[in-house]
């Protein structure tokens, strides 16, 4: 069953060239309430726990480089089929293909830099959502 809910991240690249507020405008235009949102800078230390799924993985090493290089906005969204309505709004991993007016055709820089992260799941929403958010810090 789907649930209403997912989590994000706008990563260090879209973060740094100022393309926060213009995301999350995308974000609320296409009907998604901000539950939980904050700015942050992760540790390697902490990206590497967020990113443990993919530690054996030839680009985990670069990931957590990627993610603890500069500050990221992380966010709990709330909207019927949260989680496939967001995947469709970001677009495809690779911004060459990458859906026209999707967030990552718009401000991803590369497959690296792809300027934000988006819940493959219901499951793992709720996973990446509890790892930045304690209950109190939820609207």
């Given at each position: 069953m789907a649930t209403n809910r997912t989590f994000?991240?706008?990563?260090?690249?879209?973060?740094g060239a100022g393309n926060t507020?213009?995301?999350l405008?995308?974000?609320?235009?296409?009907?998604?309430k901000i539950v939980a949102m904050k700015a942050t800078k992760l540790s390697?230390?902490?990206?590497?726990?967020f990113y443990?799924?993919?530690?054996?993985?030839?680009?985990y090493n670069d990931l957590v480089s990627f993610m603890s290089s500069g500050p990221?906005?992380?966010?709990?969204?709330?909207?019927?089929?949260?989680v496939e309505d967001f995947r469709k709004l970001i677009g495809a991993?690779?911004?060459?293909?990458?859906?026209?007016?999707?967030?990552?055709?718009?401000?991803?820089?590369?497959i690296?830099?792809?300027?934000v992260h988006g819940s493959d799941s219901d499951e793992n929403a709720e996973i990446e959502g509890n790892f930045f958010f304690s209950q109190a810090e939820r609207v």
């Open positions: 994000t991240m706008i990563k260090p690249d879209a973060f507020g213009a995301i405008k995308m974000i609320q235009e296409a009907g998604f390697a230390d902490l990206a590497g726990k443990e799924v993919h530690k054996e993985r030839p680009f990221i906005v992380a966010a709990i969204l709330e909207k019927d089929n949260a991993t690779n911004p060459a293909e990458a859906a026209e007016g999707t967030i990552r055709n718009m401000f991803a820089k590369s690296d830099a792809n300027a």
